[in-house]
C-alpha cells in the first residue's frame, strides 16, 4: 500500500521489510523460503518442461505427417511418446498448478504472509527439479522410458524391455510423488489453518477450493502410483513377483493400481483450471461467481467421484460385467458436478457485463473445448463404445481437449491475468488476442480431426500408418495444426518476454479483481500485505469499507505483526484468530535435502544399493541441520 | 434406428467425412448386428451431444452479444441464473444420462458380450509380438494373421497373449478384447456379409506395434469349408535350406520343421500378406522381406540371414509353392 504514510506508518512498514527481507543474488534464490520465488521457480522450471514435452509432440507430429513416413524410428517415437505423457502431466500440468500458481497465490488470496511450511515447500520444489532432472537425464544414456506413460506390465518387465529405461520412469515417478505430496499437504495446511480472519468457508475463494480438492485428490491418488512403480521395482531389480501370473502374481494389478491413481489424477490436472476460470469470469464479467456455494460443493465432489471411475480405462480387459456397469454408472456421476460449474460459469458471463480482453478469452476458448471433451467424455461411459474406441485416437482427442483444451487454456488465462500482479507490468493486450486465436485454431486444427481418424480405426501409440486406410489428410491436417499452436504458444512466450521489460506499468489492481491478492502491490512484498486483511465476503477486494479499514489499522498498528517474522493463524472453520505463528527464516537446508535425495535416486538406478543408503542418511542429517534453526514456536 | 434417421445423421457434417471414406477399418461402417448397436449407440449420443454443444455456445455467445446489459435475455438476474444451473446443470443431464445408461450400458452391452453358450465354431486367436496366431480346434488348422471364418455364423473368439497384452479389434465387426496373459477372453466374431475386415493391434506392445494388423476374411460356407480342409492339409514337400535355416522358430507341418516362435509357414503362399499385414504378400515383397527384415520391420524377431543369391531364389521358391 504505497500511500505517502505518516512516519509511525513507514517505521512499521520498514520494520516489516527487515523482518521478511531475504540474500540477495543466486544464493538467495537457493535458500529461498519465499512462496513467491518458489512459485516463480516452479513457474520457470515447468515453462522448460512444457517446451520439451512441445517439442516431443512435434517430432511425433511430424513422423505422423503422412502414412510411411521414416523420419524418427520405433525406437525414438516410444520414447518421444512415452516422455510426452510423462513430462505433461508429471513435469508441467502438477507443478505448474499447484507448484507455481497454487504456491504464488494461495496465500496471497487467503490474505496470508507464507505457506504453512515454507522451508517444506522450498524442499518441494527441490525435489521437483532433482526428479525432473533425474528423468531427463535417461536421454542422455539413450534409454528414455519407453514404454508408454501408462507403462503396462508385462511389457515393462525386464523380459521385455532390457535397459534402464523403466528404471529411469519408475524410479523418477517415486521421486516426484515425494515432491508433490509434501507440495500438496502445504496446499491443505495453509488453507486450513492460514485463512485471513474473518474467511471463514463460505467466503474462501472458489480458486482455493479448487486448489484444496485437487490436494487432498493428490495425497490419496499418489500412494497408489508410489505403491505401483516400488512394485515394479521390486520385480525388475530384486525378481519379485508382483505381477507374474506364473507366480501368483497379476499384470492387471499394475492397471488397477495405476488407474486409481490416474483417473483422480484427470480431475488432479482440471481442477486448478477451474479454479482460475472462476477467478478470471467474476473480474471480467463484473458480477460474483453465479449459484457460488454449488459450484464450492461441486469442486469439492468431483475429487471425491473421481474416486470411484478408474475401471473405465479397463472396460476391454474382460473384467466382470458387473463391475462395468458400476463404473461407468460412477464415470456418468462424475459428469453432473462438471455441468454444474459450466452452466455457473456461462450464466455469470450473461449476467454479467463481461470485456472480452485475453484472458477471459482463453476462458471462453476453455468453456468450448472442455464441452467437447466432456461431451465426448460421456461416450466412453457407454461401454459398448468405449469397448469400441478405447485406445483409438478417438481418446487422444478426447483426453487433449480435457488436458489441453481444457486444463492448459486456463492455464494461459491466467498467465495473462496474474502478470500484472506478478510483474507490475501490463502484458501488450493486442498480442494477446493474437496469440488466443492462434493457439485456439491451433488445438481445434490438431485435436478435432484426431476423433474422426479414431472413428475410421486409427489405433493409439502408433509410430506410422499404412496408406490407404483413409487416415492420410486428418493426420496432415493435425500435424499442420501442432505447428500452429506451437507458435501461438511461442507468442505468448514473446508477449512475457517483451512485456516484461518494456510493459506498462499497471499499479494495484489494472482489471479490478475480487480477491486478496489485488489488494496488495505489484509485484507484492515478501510480507505480501501490510496489514493482514479481515474479510467478509467471498470477494474482498469489492468490499471498499473493508480495505479502508485495514487502512486505518495500519496506522493503529493492529494485525501488522511487524514485530517479527510472523502470520495469524486462524480456526479451521470460520477463520478466527487463533495464534500468531514465528516462521522460519530462509534456509539452505532443502536444497541440500533434495540433493542427497537425487544422489541416492541415481545410485538407486545403478543398483549401488549401499552407497543409496548412505545417501539417505545423508539426506537425514540435513534434516537434523534443518531442525537446529526451528522458529521458537508456531506451525513453520 | 431406421436406415433413414442413420442416413439423416449420416449426412450431418462429420457423418459425411466418416461413413463413406476409410479402409476397411471403420468402426462405424458395421459389417455385423453387435457392431451396428455401437455404431447407433453413437450417432445418437452425437445428436444429443450436438445440440449440448449448440446450446453452450449460444450462451456464451449471448453473454458476448448482450455484454453490456447487466440481465438474462428474458430479463432476470442472480436468482434465475441459479435456476437455470440447476436445472441445465443437474436436473437434465440427470435425465439423458440415466436414459443413457439405461439403453448402452443395461442393453446394448448384452448384443455385444461374449457369446456364454457354444457356438457353432470357435478359433483361438494368441497374439504374438508382433503378429497373431490363429488356430482351429479340431482341424489341426494353423495359420497366422488372417482369420477365416463363415459369413452369418456365430464364432466364438478365445484369445489370449503368448508375450506381452495385446488387444484383438476388428472394428467393423465387433468391440475389442484385451489379450492378458494367464486369462483367456472371449469375444463374438460374426459377419452379415462377405467381405475382408482389417483389425489392428489396440494395446501397446513394444517396438512394432505399429505393424501387428489382421484380416478376418468372411466367405460363403462352401468356400469356408473348401478353405479349411485344403489348410489342413500338410506340405507336400520339404526343403533342407528351409529345414536348416528357417525350422529353429517356423512349423511347415509334414516337414520336420516344428518349431513355435514365429508363424506356421505352412500354407504361406495362399496368405494375403506378410508380416502381419506390413507387406502384401507379392514376390518382390517376398523377395525384400526375407532378404532385410530388419529394414521393413525394424525390431521384429526375425533375423537377418547369411544366403548367397542361388540360395535366396531357392528359398523364396519354396516359400511360393506353399499354397
Known amino acids: 500500500m504505497a500511500v505517502a504514510a505518516p512516519s509511525r506508518e513507514r517505521a512499521r512498514i520498514e520494520a516489516l521489510e527487515r523482518a521478511w527481507l531475504e540474500r540477495p543474488g543466486a544464493l538467495g534464490w537457493l535458500t529461498t523460503v519465499d512462496h513467491k520465488r518458489i512459485g516463480l521457480l516452479y513457474f520457470w522450471t515447468t515453462l522448460v518442461f512444457f517446451a520439451a514435452g512441445g517439442i516431443e509432440a512435434l517430432l511425433m507430429r511430424t513422423q505422423l505427417a503422412q502414412s510411411g513416413e521414416r523420419v524418427i524410428g520405433p525406437e525414438t517415437y516410444d520414447q518421444l511418446m512415452t516422455m510426452h505423457g510423462v513430462t505433461m502431466i508429471f513435469f508441467f500440468i502438477i507443478p505448474m498448478t499447484t507448484g507455481a500458481f497454487g504456491n504464488y497465490l494461495v496465500p496471497l488470496m487467503i490474505g496470508a504472509r507464507d505457506m504453512a511450511f515454507p522451508r517444506l515447500n522450498a524442499l518441494s520444489y527441490w525435489l521437483f527439479l532433482g526428479a525432473g532432472i533425474f528423468m531427463y537425464s535417461s536421454f542422455l544414456v539413450h534409454q528414455a522410458p519407453n514404454a508408454g506413460w501408462f507403462d503396462y506390465v508385462p511389457l515393462a518387465l525386464r523380459r521385455y524391455d532390457g535397459g534402464a529405461n523403466v528404471d529411469f520412469y519408475a524410479l523418477g515417478l517415486i521421486f516426484n510423488t515425494v515432491s508433490s505430496t509434501i507440495g500438496a499437504l502445504n496446499l491443505i495446511v495453509t488453507i486450513f489453518k492460514l485463512r485471513a480472519p474473518g474467511m471463514s468457508w463460505n467466503r474462501m475463494p472458489l480458486f482455493c477450493f479448487a486448489m484444496l480438492a485437487a490436494s487432498l485428490s493428490l495425497i490419496f491418488a499418489l500412494p497408489a502410483l508410489t505403491a505401483d512403480c516400488i512394485f515394479l521395482e521390486l520385480q525388475r531389480k530384486l525378481g519379485f513377483h508382483f505381477f507374474d501370473q506364473a507366480h501368483g502374481g497379476d499384470p492387471l494389478l499394475w492397471q488397477h493400481l495405476f488407474w486409481i491413481f490416474g483417473h483422480p489424477e484427470v480431475y488432479i490436472i482440471v481442477l486448478p483450471a477451474f479454479g482460475i476460470a472462476t477467478s478470471i469470469i467474476p473480474t471480467f464479467a463484473r458480477h460474483r461467481m453465479v449459484a457460488f456455494p454449488l459450484v464450492a460443493m461441486a469442486e469439492l465432489l468431483v475429487a471425491f467421484i473421481g474416486f470411484g471411475v478408474w475401471a473405465h480405462h479397463m472396460f476391454a480387459t474382460g473384467i466382470a460385467t458387473t463391475t462395468l456397469v458400476f463404473f461407468a454408472a460412477a464415470s456418468m456421476l462424475v459428469v453432473i458436478p462438471s455441468t454444474i460449474q459450466i452452466y455457473a460459469w456461462l450464466m455469470t458471463v450473461n449476467v454479467g457485463t463481461p470485456q472480452f480482453r485475453a484472458p477471459l478469452m482463453f476462458i471462453g476458448g476453455f468453456i468450448l473445448f472442455f464441452v467437447i471433451g466432456g461431451l465426448s467424455g460421456i461416450m466412453f461411459a457407454a461401454i459398448p463404445f468405449d469397448q469400441a474406441t478405447t485406445d483409438t485416437y478417438f481418446v487422444v482427442a478426447h483426453f487433449h481437449f480435457i488436458i489441453f483444451g481444457a486444463a492448459v487454456f486456463p492455464l494461459l488465462g491466467g498467465i495473462y491475468y496474474w502478470f500484472p500482479k506478478v510483474t507490475g507490468r501490463m502484458y501488450d493486450e493486442r498480442l494477446a488476442q493474437l496469440s488466443f486465436w492462434l493457439t485456439f485454431v491451433g488445438t481445434g486444427l490438431t485435436f478435432f480431426p484426431m476423433h474422426i481418424v479414431g472413428l475410421l480405426g486409427m489405433t493409439r501409440r502408433i509410430y506410422t500408418y499404412d496408406h490407404g486406410l483413409g487416415w492420410d489428410a486428418y493426420n496432415l491436417v493435425e500435424t499442420i495444426g501442432g505447428f500452429v499452436l506451437a507458435a501461438g504458444l511461442l507468442l505468448i512466450g514473446i508477449n512475457i518476454v517483451l512485456s516484461y521489460r518494456r510493459g506498462v506499468p499497471s499499479g494495484r489492481d489494472p482489471f479490478h479483481g475480487g480477491t486478496l491478492e489485488w489488494t496488495t502491490t505489484s509485484p507484492p512484498p515478501h510480507y505480501n500485505f501490510a496489514v493482514i486483511p479481515t474479510v467478509s465476503s467471498p470477494y474482498p477486494n469489492w468490499d471498499e469499507a473493508d480495505r479502508e479499514e485495514d487502512l486505518r489499522k495500519l496506522a493503529r498498528g493492529e494485525l501488522v505483526l511487524a514485530d517479527g517474522h510472523e502470520t495469524p493463524e486462524t480456526t479451521v472453520n470460520d477463520g478466527a484468530i487463533s495464534a500468531v505463528a514465528e516462521m522460519p527464516p530462509e534456509s539452505p537446508w532443502p536444497v541440500l535435502a533434495a540433493g542427497t535425495v537425487t544422489a541416492a535416486f541415481f545410485l538407486l538406478l545403478t543398483s549401488h544399493y549401499a552407497t543409496a543408503g548412505m545417501a539417505f542418511a545423508l539426506m537425514l542429517l540435513t534434516l537434523v541441520g534443518w531442525n537446529l534453526h526451528e522458529p521458537e514456536e508456531g506451525v513453520g | ?323
Open chain 2, 1 to 323: 434406428m431406421t436406415p433413414r434417421l442413420r442416413q439423416a445423421w449420416i449426412l450431418l457434417g462429420l457423418g459425411t467425412l466418416l461413413a463413406g471414406c476409410g479402409g476397411n477399418q471403420n468402426t462405424v461402417a458395421p459389417a455385423s448386428h453387435p457392431e451396428r448397436s455401437v455404431a447407433d449407440v453413437f450417432w445418437v449420443m452425437l445428436g444429443v451431444s450436438c445440440v449440448g454443444f449448440g446450446v453452450i455456445v449460444t450462451l456464451l455467445f449471448l453473454g458476448w452479444a448482450r455484454r453490456d446489459r447487466p440481465s438474462l435475455p428474458g430479463g432476470g438476474g442472480e436468482r434465475a441464473a441459479t435456476r437455470v444451473v440447476i436445472g441445465l446443470g443437474v436436473a437434465l443431464p440427470i435425465v439423458l444420462l440415466v436414459s443413457l445408461f439405461i439403453w448402452s450400458d443395461l442393453f446394448v452391452l448384452r448384443s455385444v458380450a461374449a457369446p456364454t453358450g457354444r457356438t457353432p465354431m470357435t478359433v483361438r486367436v494368441t497374439g504374438h509380438q508382433w503378429w497373431w496366431e490363429v488356430r482351429y480346434p479340431g482341424s489341426g488348422v494353423v495359420t497366422a494373421n488372417e482369420i477365416h471364418i463363415p459369413v452369418e455364423t456365430k464364432v466364438t473368439a478365445l484369445v489370449t497373449t503368448d508375450d506381452v497384452i495385446h488387444s484383438f479389434w476388428v472394428p467393423e465387426l465387433n468391440r475389442k478384447v484385451d489379450m492378458i496373459p494367464g486369462v483367456t477372453n472371449r469375444l463374438l466374431l460374426l459377419a452379415d456379409k462377405p467381405g475382408v475386415f482389417r483389425g489392428q493391434c489396440a494395446e501397446f506392445c513394444g517396438l512394432q506395434h505399429a505393424h501387428m494388423s489382421v484380416e478376418v476374411i468372411a466367405e460363403p460356407r462352401p468356400m469356408f469349408d473348401a478353405w479349411l480342409a485344403r489348410n489342413a492339409k500338410p506340405a507336400p514337400r520339404t526343403n533342407a535350406l528351409f529345414t536348416r535355416n528357417c525350422s529353429g522358430c517356423h512349423q511347415i507341418r509334414g516337414t520336420s520343421a516344428k518349431a513355435d516362435v514365429g508363424p506356421d509357414l505352412t500354407h504361406f503362399a495362399s496368405r494375403r500378406s506378410i508380416a502381419a499385414l506390413t507387406l502384401p504378400n507379392t514376390p518382390a515383397n517376398l523377395r525384400d522381406w526375407l532378404r532385410d527384415p530388419q529394414h521393413v520391420k525394424p525390431g521384429n524377431r526375425m533375423p537377418d540371414l547369411p544366403l548367397k543369391q542361388p540360395q535366396w531364389v531357392a528359398l523364396q521358391r519354396y516359400l511360393e509353392s506353399l499354397r
